[in-house]
């Protein structure tokens, strides 16, 4: 993931988001970003992940299946095709639109 993340002091203006009394430990960059999400239950599909950062991402799945306590194997689609792509996370939270997701380090 940090082939894709940018630390805020290296672009002007860049799309990270500072937000008042913000309980992460990462700051957010906003992006679109497709992954391939592979779990024990389904072998692989494609989502929208947004609000990324060093910790985890927003993956976007319109209430799909998705529980909270699964852990996901994702892959950025479009990077490196090698082991080094593929990251584990664990769902941690989930909203109408979607899951948070912690990377599994």
Known sequence: WSAILVKKDTIPGSPIMSVPHERRNHPRLSAKVRVLVASQNQAGSVYWVSDMS??????????????????????VLGLLRDKASVVPARIVRRTRSGVGLRFMH
Do not use: I, Y
């Open 54 to 75: 060093e910790g985890g991402v927003f993956l976007h799945d319109d209430g799909r299946s998705l529980a909270v306590g699964e852990t996901l194997q994702l892959r």
